[in-house]
Each structure stands twice: as C-alpha cells, then as structure tokens.
C-alpha cells in the first residue's frame, strides 16, 4: 500500500470528511462553485458519477454515492435579479408563492450549461434561486447583526485571548431599534442589493468602530481589571442631519448630561 502524494498524510478538510463518512448519507456545502477550474468539476463529475473517490492519505476507496452536494454560485445572479424586479418585487408574500420560476431556472441551466459544460449541467438535479432581501427583510437581518453586536460587547475583556478583546463589559441599547434597522435596510441594502447581506454588515461594522474609538478614548489604563468595574453603557440612535439622518454611537452618560442642559 503506498502513502498517497507527498504531504497528503494529513489530508484536506474535504478529504477527511468524505473519508469519515463512507457509505452515509452527509451533505457537502461548496461555496463559490464559480471560481473552482476544469480539474475540480471534472473530479467533481467523476465522483457523482461512480459515487466513489479516494482518501488521499492512504489510497483507499471511498463510497460518496450517498452524500448531497450543494453547489453555490454567483454565476446567474443578474439573471435572478432581473426576474426578482420583472415578476416578484411588489408582491405579496402569497402572490410570490404563486408566481412560477420555471422560467428562470431555464435560463440558469441554459446558462450553466456554457460555464460548466453539459456533461457537468447535466447532474445538477435542482436549481434553487436565491432573490433579493425585501426592505424588511434586510431589516430583520440588520436586527441580527445588531444583536450579535451588543451581545460580543457584554463579554469580559480578554487580552490573552487570539485576537484579544480589546473592550468588553458593556451594555449597548438600541433608540428605537425598529427605525434603525429600516434605515440600515433603506440607506445600505436597497441601493446596493448587489453586495448582498456583507453591506449590512460592513454597516454595523462602522458603528462598532466608532464605539471602539470613543471607548478607548480615556486617561484610564484599559486591563483585564476593568471587568471589575460596572457595565459601560452605549446607545445606538438616529440623529438628524439637514435633511435626513445618520446612525450615531455614544455613552448613555452622555444622554443623561444633554437633557439635563
């Protein structure tokens, strides 16, 4: 028995878990299918067809015939797009459950069929679209990133930790979190859907920075010690300007010291 390609004693990610499940039924997720080359699809296309691979750390084989591959691809995206606005925006969720897409996953196969040949197209047993969030769609996601936000926030400061945490012990409390995130949804996402959840995201994002930045900002030594002292207190609001507004971060004290001036 021979050892497989040098270095292979380890194996890859994908490798070991085929390996670990031979003959069970196991789902494999590959994302960005579209930036694989012809080498990947055609071991891909080999696989699904004989329903065997090899575990490359000891050249034995490897029954994969049960396992569930799921593809995803950027590739179509303006074609879902355009379908989204011409036969979906707008309507109800009932009318969309109602609307065909037969019409669209056509044009997806079709197109598939040039980028990944028929021979591959052809195993493809389902195609299933993935459209455009609505506005409070966005907004609910815009609620989560939030939430994830607040909840990293409320944890100790660990300095020995990779990466470290840097601030910790604060409570962050949203001004009415409903108007937030329809303005993240609206300002963010409904512009530049293209960019998908990522745009949300790289919104929050800001917001935390901005937090960072004021909470550093002291003549206090910031150590492990400071998880001693009570919770900081943040507050996300809207805040107009001119003629619409912006997200803005500051502590609650400094909400108090404003309406009592």
Known sequence: MTLGYEGAQKGSILN?????????????????????????R????????????????????????????????????????????????????????????APLQESLFRLFIQEYTPAFTGRI?????????????AAVISHTFLQKLSDSLRKP???????????????????DDGAICKFLAERHYMNLRELGARVLQNAVDDSADDL????????????????EKAFERYVIQLHPVEDTQELVVFKEADVVADEKL
């Open 42 to 101: 055609e071991a891909l296309l080999t696989m699904l067809d004989t329903g065997l691979t090899v575990d490359l750390r000891n050249n034995t084989q490897v029954n994969v015939s049960k396992s569930i591959w799921i593809l995803a691809t950027n590739k179509g995206d303006h074609l879902v797009t355009k379908f989204f606005d011409k036969s979906l925006a707008g309507k109800s969720h009932k009318e969309r459950q109602n609307t065909s897409i």
């Open 16 to 40: 070991n878990f085929l390996s670990s499940h031979d003959k069970k039924r196991c789902v494999v997720f590959l994302d960005e299918f579209d930036k694989t080359d012809q080498k990947v």
């Open 125 to 137: 047993s389902a195609c299933v679209p993935f459209f455009p969030f609505t506005r409070d769609e």
């Open 157 to 175: 400061i660990s300095l020995d930790t990779h990466p470290p945490s840097l601030i910790g012990r604060i409570k962050l409390s949203l001004i």
């Open 212 to 227: 960072f930045w004021d909470y550093v900002d002291t003549d206090h030594v910031i150590s492990e010690k400071t998880n």
